[in-house]
Nanobody, 118 residues
Framework: QVQLVESGGGLVQAGGSLRLSCAAS????????MGWFRQAPGKEREFVAA????????YYADSVKGRFTISRDNAKNTVYLQMNSLKPEDTAVYHC???????????WGQGTQVTVSS
């Protein structure tokens, strides 16, 4: 079992930056692929980024490529999402998740709100 708790969301102006964190409990954190999804009001949840258990492979949605960076610190059981050059369309609740491989996620956090003002 893995429990995930996100933090770092908030209100930022367009062009600004935020860093989200996701703290995981459970001894098997290092074996999981970790990811970030987001859901804006009235829209379906969409993939943002993912990172392999070792941190050696990363995946990004085209909409965030070049602006967002996912990373992890297995010693701290934490995954991060550095978000730069934020746009109003990045406004959403951002959820952290964990699973055995890319595309399959068994555990989800409650989410953290990111609001980008124009």
């Amino acid at each position: 079992q893995v429990q995930l708790v996100e933090s770092g969301g908030g209100l930022v102006q367009a062009g600004g930056s935020l860093r989200l964190s996701c703290a995981a409990s459970g001894r098997t954190f290092t074996t999981y692929t970790m990811g970030w999804f987001r859901q804006a009001p009235g829209k379906e949840r969409e993939f943002v980024a993912a990172i392999s258990w070792s941190g050696g492979i990363t995946y990004y949605a085209d909409s965030v490529k070049g602006r967002f960076t996912i990373s992890r610190d297995n010693a701290k059981n934490t995954v991060y999402l550095q978000m730069n050059s934020l746009k109003p369309e990045d406004t959403a609740v951002y959820h952290c998740n964990a699973g055995p491989h890319y595309g399959k996620y068994d555990y989800w956090g409650q989410g953290t709100q990111v609001t980008v003002s124009s």
